[in-house]
Structures are given as C-alpha cells and as structure tokens.
C-alpha cells in the first residue's frame, strides 16, 4: 500500500485540517508531474520544430542557389543577344554604306 492508501483509510483521526495537508500534498504531486509531462511534450515539440526548421533552412538555400544560377543563365543570354544585336546593326550599317 503506498501512502496515500494508508492516509485516506485513516483520514477520520487526522481532522480537518490534516485532511487539507494531504488533499494539498496530493494536489502538488499530481500538479507536478502534469507539468513535468507538460515540459517534456514541449521540449519534443521544439525539437520536432527545430529540425523542421532546419530542413525548410536547407531547401529555401537551395531555392536561392538555383535563382542565383538561373539569373546568371539568363544574364548571359543577355549579353549574347546583346552581341548579336551590335553585330546586325554594324553589318546593316556596313551594308548600307557600302550598297
């Protein structure tokens, strides 16, 4: 039998206010361990959380460095068509004077 068992059955002769004393003790240990359950589900779910973080972290720079490469493609392809566009303009301008 744990204490609490031996208490109850004897709870006539404590009185009142022995009672309260261990209605109080069994209210404090049970509100104890609730959060000490408590604690411990938000301890995993800051982890659960903290890894998820940590994988959206990893795919967003992914996403960066393919924008990155995609931008660097696509200024090149600038550039080239930019050339290309001179290159038309001085052979019409060559053509033109010369024709």
Known sequence: MDALSVVLE?????????????????VIRHGGA??????AALQAAEERHAIEMARMRERVDGLERRV?????ALDEE??????????A???????????
């Open 10 to 26: 004897n709870i006539g002769g404590l009185g009142s206010a022995g009672a309260v004393v261990v209605l109080l003790v069994y």
């Open 34 to 39: 609730d959060r000490q359950a408590y604690q």
């Open 68 to 72: 990155q490469e995609l931008t660097e």
């Open 78 to 87: 600038r550039r080239k068509r930019w050339h290309a566009e001179d290159v």
């Open 89 to 99: 303009a001085g052979v019409r301008r060559a053509t033109a004077e010369g024709g």
